[in-house]
């Protein structure tokens, strides 16, 4: 059985920092793809970022490049998501997702697997 939980959200002011972690289990996410989704209340389901297998590469959405970095720690069998110089349009739900795929997508139906997702505000 595969399981998705993330953590790490908060209130943080513009300016600031947070991590997300994303720890897996009954799936091993040094083989596939995994990536950060966002939605804020009225809105869809947005991708942020994406980390493949090793030969696919990190991906991100435009407004987030520069300051959201992706990462994999192979021991531990999380993702990470570093988010610097948080903006109040950053403010969302983030749920990280995994397929059974090397490759990145930010297509939601292309996921199998969703964590329960971790509030990010950003506000003063």
């Known amino acids: 059985q595969v399981q998705l939980v993330e953590s790490g959200g908060g209130l943080v002011q513009p300016g600031g920092s947070l991590r997300l972690s994303c720890v897996a289990s009954?799936?091993?996410?040094?083989?596939?793809?995994l990536a950060w989704f966002r939605q804020a209340p009225g809105k869809e389901r947005e991708g942020v970022s994406c980390?493949?297998?090793?030969?696919?590469?990190?991906y991100y959405k435009d407004s987030v490049k520069g300051r959201f970095t992706i990462s994999r720690e192979s021991g531990k069998n999380t993702v990470y998501l570093q988010m610097n110089s948080l903006k109040p349009e950053d403010t969302a739900v983030y749920y990280c997702?995994?397929?059974?795929?090397?490759?990145?997508?930010?297509?939601?139906?292309?996921?199998?697997?969703w964590g329960q997702g971790t509030q990010v505000t950003v506000s003063s």
């Open positions: 009954g799936v091993n996410l040094d083989h596939y793809a």
């Open positions: 997702a995994s397929r059974f795929s090397t490759r990145c997508s930010y297509n939601v139906g292309a996921y199998d697997f």
């Open positions: 980390i493949g297998h090793s030969d696919d590469g990190t």
